[in-house]
């Protein structure tokens, strides 16, 4: 069963940069759609990033411009670049299939602050 391991996250400036990192126990090259994921404190758990079957990437408009997928399929890893944070946000980031086939990883905190 592949296991989620999800690293990267910390306090930033807003303005600031990180970069998110989601190692798979096993290969998830055959998982065409891989994603990313943030939950808020109080809020629903949103889809902020994800391949496309034509192996391009999809994002909502809230992170449209500011967060970039890519994966590494021979280190079994998936990258969020995040730029130009804001603190909206700050949540926890989790990388899944779409849909959510995967159980949960524990997640990496992201705290935008100044």
């Known amino acids: 069963q592949v296991q989620l391991v999800e690293s990267g996250g910390g306090l930033v400036q807003p303005g600031g940069s990180l970069r998110l990192s989601c190692v798979a126990s096993?290969?998830?090259?055959?998982?065409?759609?891989m994603g990313w994921y943030r939950q808020a404190l109080g809020k629903q758990r949103e889809l902020v990033a994800h391949f496309t079957s034509g192996g391009s990437a999809l994002y909502p408009d809230s992170v449209k411009g500011r967060f970039t997928i890519s994966r590494d399929n021979a280190k079994n890893t998936v990258y969020l670049q995040m730029n130009s944070l804001i603190p909206e946000d700050t949540a926890v980031y989790y990388c899944n299939s779409v849909p959510p086939t995967i159980r949960w990883g524990q997640g990496t905190q992201v705290t935008v602050s100044s």
């Open positions: 096993g290969s998830v090259s055959s998982i065409i759609y």
